[in-house]
Antibody, heavy 126, light 110 residues
Framework: EVQVVESGGGLVQPGGSLRLSCAASGFTFSSYWMSWVRQAPGKGLEWVANINQDGSEKYYVDSVKGRFTISRDNAKNSLFLQMNSLRAEDTAVYYC???????????????????WGQGTPVTVSS | QSVLTQPPSASGTPGQRVTISCSGSGSNIGSNAVNWYQQLPGTAPKLLIYSYNQRPSGVPDRFSGSNSGTSASLAISGLQSEDEADYYCAAWDDSLDGWVFGGGTKLTVL
């Protein structure tokens, strides 16, 4: 059974740092892109960052560029999000998600978040 | 302000058919597949529809997706009380080099 389980959330002061972890199991972790998606209280979903299979390609939403770093350890089936210079607007539940893929009859590939964790809450407040 | 536009709310009675729209642009829906997610109250999002109209195993065929140009739609037929949830559309955006979501539609079953 595919599972992703986040940990590391908590209360942090503005300007502080936090490192989130995501433990993956039930699939070949090193074969998939992975992602972090967040949801502020009472708000919608917001994609945060993506990382490819070997960690050589990373993408970030503009609002976290230069402050957050996504990384992975394929030997430990783990995904991470290092969050620095945290702001009140970073307060959210952070979800780890696997990026699945599908190829249709024409060979076109499409991608989607196929498995999500239960989320870990991050609160940035003094 | 979300890059993809969804109506904030939708409603229907049990057994009815409802549709939820998702409007984007050429750099996202116009170029890349649309996916839909269901988020039941207090739970993590769940993949509902991928690649415009494909259903993961376990998702009832009451749920279907379609698209036309820079818009997409989610249709739910035979509405049931357990369908009451938030629904989000999403697509990769080639200009932003990132995933974009709609603001979400809260579906109420009356």
């Amino acid at each position: 059974e595919v599972q992703v389980v986040e940990s590391g959330g908590g209360l942090v002061q503005p300007g502080g740092s936090l490192r989130l972890s995501c433990a993956a199991s039930g699939f070949t972790f090193s074969s998939y892109w992975m992602s972090w998606v967040r949801q502020a209280p009472g708000k919608g979903l917001e994609w945060v960052a993506n990382i490819n299979q070997d960690g050589s390609e990373k993408y970030y939403v503009d609002s976290v560029k230069g402050r957050f770093t996504i990384s992975r350890d394929n030997a430990k089936n783990s995904l991470f999000l290092q969050m620095n210079s945290l702001r009140a607007e970073d307060t959210a539940v952070y979800y780890c998600a696997r990026i699945g893929y599908y190829s249709d009859s024409t060979g076109y590939y499409s991608y989607y978040f196929d498995y999500w964790g239960q989320g870990t809450p991050v609160t940035v407040s003094s | 302000q979300s890059v993809l536009t969804q109506p904030p709310s939708a409603s229907g009675t049990p057994g009815q058919r409802v549709t939820i729209s998702c409007s984007g642009s050429g750099s996202n829906i116009g170029s890349n597949a649309v996916n839909w997610y269901q988020q039941l109250p207090g739970t993590a999002p769940k993949l509902l529809i991928y690649s415009y109209n494909q259903r993961p195993s376990g998702v009832p065929d009451r749920f279907s997706g379609s698209n036309s140009g820079t818009s997409a739609s989610l249709a739910i037929s035979g509405l049931q009380s357990e369908d009451e949830a938030d629904y989000y559309c999403a697509a990769w955006d080639d200009s932003l080099d990132g995933w974009v979501f709609g603001g979400g539609t809260k579906l109420t079953v009356l």
